[in-house]
């Protein structure tokens, strides 16, 4: 089907950071076709089975959800309040154990699917158990995304034995690769909770398969000291010399983080997901995002679960964002608006090897309308501005 979009406010995000206003796209099937500034030529109109008018709407690149664990939106306010520690041991872990099956991880995705493509997310990448599932849902909604099938040491909802952990693994690698909308990866839960066995072996798998592996990483003060009672060295430092880290190695919060540290990540090319909401709630601390993104080490932004957010709303993420690294860092100009949005779709679209995040000819039209019909969003300015600080819902 072609589709038409015109008499648009266009933030493309392209190389130039092209602002039309008004603008027009043209898509054809899933790809853009055309983008311009002005009228469309009459013969896009001619040609489109469907046009919009976008008078009074913004139109802009799809945001990138980094990191979430999608069917957990069944466990939104469980636990509330809580360390990250306390959190996971005495309420996360056993609610699974007692609640996530297949069904439950099903319409715990659709539900947070449903949030996340009304609040402006058109691609996730999702890591818990029953990926299959999990994909199954987005399928459903339309979704891109890079589905990462849960590892871990001990009995999971979906592994009850922990020696088939990994053939479980590979079979959801062998069945997804290569499939439309969808990048199967893995996620090994955390340096403390997986082996250097599990990691290493986690490690070798994904580079068979050339996809990605996450792991929550330097996440709390207790963490880094675990990891340091146990080998002596901080979790970075340990997964670097495991041979972990490379620009398939996508690392999670990274809070807690030594001088060291930040060369090994640049060196290696991992990138780094900062989820703040999260991070803020759980009090497990907060991302050096501005000295990451300094030397050269991409850092994307995720909403983490809606058990521990408890939204996953991108667009609230990018507003915390911008504002807690400025009260933090009593810095007004660190983390300016354009480099917040790239962190939720040019640096995450790159990351992942996906041609979206940009509004250009022949990307692929993951795309978002924006109805500035709202007394939020009045008067209009600057779009960066519009789209970090002021509350709003998407058509997607």
């Not at 339309?142 to 590892?151: E, T």
């Not at 060295?233 to 540290?261: A, D, M």
Request: glycine content about 6%.
């Amino acid at each position: 089907m072609n589709l038409l979009i015109y008499n648009a406010i266009v933030v493309t995000l392209d190389e130039k950071d092209n602002l039309l206003n008004p603008g027009y796209i043209f898509i054809n099937e899933n790809r853009i076709s055309e983008v311009g500034k002005g009228t469309p030529p009459s013969k896009f109109f001619d040609q489109s089975e469907r046009v919009i008018n976008a008078q009074h709407k913004l139109v802009m690149p799809g945001l990138i959800n980094a990191h979430t664990h999608a069917a957990m939106s069944l466990f939104r306010g469980l636990a509330d309040d809580l360390s990250l520690e306390n959190w996971l041991k005495n309420f996360i872990f056993p609610a699974e154990k007692q609640f996530v099956n297949r069904d439950f991880v099903y319409w715990g995705t659709l539900l947070a699917g449903w949030e996340m493509i009304k609040t402006g997310t058109t691609c996730i990448a999702d890591g818990y158990f029953f990926e299959d599932m999990a994909i199954e849902a987005c399928k459903v909604l339309g979704l891109r995304g890079i589905f990462a099938q849960g590892i871990l040491d001990y009995p999971t909802p979906d592994v009850l034995d922990p020696a088939e952990t990994f053939n479980n693994a590979e079979n959801f690698l062998k069945k997804w690769q290569g499939s439309d909308l969808i990048i199967p990866a893995l996620f090994a839960h955390s340096p403390y909770t997986c082996s250097k066995k599990t990691l290493k072996r986690a490690k070798k798998l994904t580079e068979e398969y050339k996809t990605f592996l996450f792991i929550h990483t330097a996440e709390t003060r207790w963490e880094v000291e675990e990891i340091k009672r146990h080998y002596g060295i901080t979790p970075i430092i340990y997964l670097h010399r495991l041979g972990i880290l490379n620009k398939r190695t996508i690392l999670i919060h990274v809070n807690w983080i030594s001088e060291e540290e930040f060369s090994i990540l640049a060196d290696t090319g991992v990138a780094v997901v900062h989820c703040p909401e999260s991070n803020l709630k759980l009090a497990a601390g907060l991302c050096p995002v501005s000295k990451l993104l300094s030397k050269g080490i991409p850092v994307i932004l995720g909403t983490d679960s809606a058990a521990s957010n408890n939204n996953l709303n991108l667009f609230q993420e990018m507003d915390t964002m911008a504002k807690v690294h400025k009260g933090f860092f009593l810095n007004p100009s660190i983390m300016p608006t354009r480099t917040v949005i790239k962190m939720a779709t040019n640096i995450p679209a790159k990351v992942f090897d996906l041609n979206i995040g940009q509004i250009k000819k022949s990307a692929l039209a993951d795309i978002v309308i924006i109805n500035l019909k709202h007394p939020s969003l009045f008067p209009f300015y600057d779009p960066h501005s519009l789209i970090v600080y002021t509350p709003k819902e998407a058509e997607t």
